[in-house]
């Protein structure tokens, strides 16, 4: 592989130790994957920040790392942890495990890693432009770099991302290249999508069915927003491994070139009904409802508090979302609006990664097809999956509303 000087530099340990462990790290990946050499990064996400996840040997990891000098040189921020790093003991988490959440932050802040704590950097500012190569590491985040921004992203993993801040490198090699962004499926969508709840059940169909390839979405009169791709893009990755996606006539580089490769089979969905199915459960009460997964905008904070205003929920609700997105929406009074509802705003955290199956609930509802694909194995609760008013109306009555 060929190297720069100051690649090689850092590689024979002239940036200290935990420089040279991280050119390490990214120059094995390079040689896995016969990358011909590196290529510089403009920002990073790095993943692996909930202590639920990481345990005591991560955390050793970390402060280890963090302790040999190591620190990112490229803007570089991290993924929600497992608790709301200033409202947990409200939420009810243990304070034993806000300790050791509280020293992984600690650990990365002294890496240099921003404390954002969202999937959602692209709503907080951290928005690469089309073409610029990042190393990001939330498979959602991944998706919605790739598809809707036109960015360049393998699908790191946390070690891996970490080791691209501190190097601001990355092996060139997957979706940093031109050949591995044509679609190799095209996916014949003849159903209409009508909610952000329809467009994570056919992200979960499609990403179930093409695992790790790059599917091209035909698909006719879709005006989807960012809360529809965000969700999409959120389930393909979560079903499937899709790190790349393209629309016909509205992502970035499909509007721009041909980016179907030669040789695409064909799938086609002409149903959702398959991914309610298999996402939503049978339960008739509902005792917690979660909202912003990915984490919510302002305009999706807006848009709950619309429908709650006046009126008083009787169950759990607990709308995720980063804690920059949040500051904005206390000056823009939602928070307070929400909460006069008895709705919670949690930032940095979601149900996915904070430790939920110790609080008591036994339902969730959720309109992410993401959350509802991961909650019955990460958080042991049964889900109801639905539109963003059956849920909201799930809150106000405690029971489910099939539509
Ligand atoms: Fe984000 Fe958690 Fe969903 S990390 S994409 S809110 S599962």
Not at 107 to 112: D, K, Q, R, S, V
Not at 167 to 184: E, M, P, S
Request: charged share 20%.
């Amino acid at each position: 592989m060929r190297l720069t000087r100051e690649e090689q530099a850092m590689l024979d340990g002239e940036s200290g130790e935990g420089v040279r462990k991280a050119m390490e790290i990214i120059i094995a990946l390079g040689r896995i994957y016969q990358a011909d050499d590196l290529v510089p990064i403009s920002s990073v996400q790095v993943s692996g920040v909930s202590y639920k996840n990481l345990g005591d040997a991560g955390l050793d990891f970390l402060e280890e790392w963090a302790g040999q000098g190591a620190r990112a040189r490229v803007p570089a921020t991290l993924n929600p942890a497992g608790m709301d790093l200033s409202g947990w003991q409200e939420l009810g988490f243990s304070p034993e495990f806000a300790r050791c959440q509280e020293r992984v932050i600690s650990a990365y802040a002294a890496l240099g890693v921003s404390p954002t704590c969202t999937c959602t950097p692209y709503l907080i500012g951290y928005v690469p432009e089309f073409g610029q190569h990042v190393a990001w590491a939330e498979s959602s985040a991944v998706s919605y770099a790739n598809s809707v921004l036109g960015a360049r992203t393998n699908r790191e993993g946390g070690p891996s991302a970490l080791a691209a801040a501190v190097t601001g490198r990355t092996a060139r090699y997957g979706l940093h290249q031109d050949a591995h962004r044509l679609a190799t499926v095209v996916v014949e969508v003849d159903t209409d999508i009508h909610s952000e709840a329809d467009a994570g059940a056919l992200g979960y169909l499609v990403g179930q069915q093409v695992r790790n390839q790059v599917p091209y979405l035909k698909m006719e009169k879709w005006e989807a927003n960012e809360s529809d791709l965000k969700t999409l893009g959120a389930a393909m990755a979560a079903s499937g491994a899709v790190a790349l996606y393209h629309i016909a006539g509205v992502t970035p580089e499909a509007k721009a070139q041909q980016m179907i490769a030669d040789g695409a089979s064909t799938l086609v969905v002409d149903s959702l009904k398959p991914a309610y199915q298999a996402l939503d459960g049978s339960a008739g009460t509902v005792d917690l409802v979660s909202l912003g997964c990915p984490h919510a905008s302002l305009a999706e904070l807006e848009a709950i508090a619309s429908y709650l205003d006046g009126r008083r929920i009787v169950t759990s609700l607990w709308i995720t979302t980063a804690r920059a997105t949040r500051e904005a929406a206390e000056r823009e009074n939602l928070v307070a609006r929400l909460e006069e509802t008895g709705a919670r705003v949690v930032a940095d955290t979601c149900m996915v990664v904070a430790p939920v199956d110790g609080l008591g609930f036994r339902t969730m509802a959720t309109n992410s097809a993401k959350m509802a694909f991961y909650t019955p194995a990460h958080s042991r609760l049964s889900v109801r999956f639905g539109t963003l008013e059956q849920c909201l109306d799930a809150a106000l009555s405690g029971r489910w509303r099939v539509s």
